[in-house]
């Protein structure tokens, strides 16, 4: 049966053989665009399933400071594109829990840092000189992630109009 409907294709002329092309063109898009948007679902899924201890949720802050436990503080920063997940921990006591991956907390104005952040730290230096104030165009805080999702969606909703 593909013999036939090969031979009937090739030997139709040169109209039959540029549709089989496009229409195998538009399929194998097709296909790439469904198989990226399943990846990209799984590793959100996959991501979004991780244990998170740094998502722990504590309540207000009470007016006088109680003697045990710790005040967090979770924050986000970017640097050239990139998200720097940030938090600061203040010990309220001895017994002040301990977050995973340190065996104790820092003293005051001490601080433990992944190995990325301390070679990036090391590597840039964290203080400018500034003379005079000056207003300027924000910057991108797209992480490639979000780059290639962004790209995915343009492709599923220009692809059709255009075919």
Known sequence: MLRLGLRLTLRSGREALVRLVITAAAV???????????????????????PCWSCTQGASVPGPLPAHGELWNNSVDFYQGQ????????????????????????????????????????AIPGT??????????????????????FLVGVLAVVFPCWC
């Open 83 to 122: 998200t720097i997940s940030r938090l600061d921990v203040a010990a309220l006591g001895p017994s002040a829990p301990v977050p995973p991956g340190i065996t104790k907390l820092p003293p005051a104005g001490d601080y433990y840092v992944s190995p990325a952040l301390a070679a990036l730290l090391n």
């Open 28 to 50: 194998a898009v097709g296909v790439a665009l469904l198989l990226g948007v399943l990846a990209e679902f799984h590793a959100y899924q996959a991501n979004a399933s991780k």
């Open 128 to 149: 400018q000189w500034v003379t005079s104030i000056s207003s300027g165009p924000a910057q991108a805080v797209f992480s490639p992630f979000f780059r290639f999702a």
